[in-house]
């Protein structure tokens, strides 16, 4: 069976966002040969998120944001269980998890 997660990436190289129409022009390949450098996409008609298994996600993004110094990747995920919802940056083979919080509650924030 497997487990399910909904990958969303936005990239930057320079503080500049990177989207589909000048990824080629910025990373020097297409999207979709990108992704094949560490998941087989010839079943996917992939934009810039994916729901896949993919287990190995957070090794291959060490390893590709390697592969692109200089590249930002923010990745967030959403899995099929409530509550499994995260986010991750990588860049030139590190990676940080970002702390996700919410607000204690303030009935004077009521409206």
Not at 38 to 64: E, G, R, V
Request: charged letters at 30%; a negative charge; glycine letters at 6%.
């Amino acid at each position: 069976m497997g487990y399910y997660t909904t990958y969303e990436f936005e990239m930057s190289l320079n503080d500049t966002p990177i989207d589909k129409s000048n990824f080629e022009e910025e990373v020097g390949t297409s999207w979709q040969d990108f992704l094949k450098t560490f998941y087989d996409t010839t079943d996917y008609d992939f934009d810039f998120s994916i729901n896949c298994k993919w287990y190995d996600w957070k090794k291959d993004m060490i390893n590709l944001s390697a592969l692109y110094p200089g590249l930002l990747f923010k990745v967030d995920g959403n899995g099929e269980e409530a509550g499994d919802v995260w986010r991750w940056y990588f860049r030139n083979g590190l990676s940080q998890h970002a702390k996700m919080t919410y607000d204690e509650f303030d009935p004077a924030k009521l409206k």
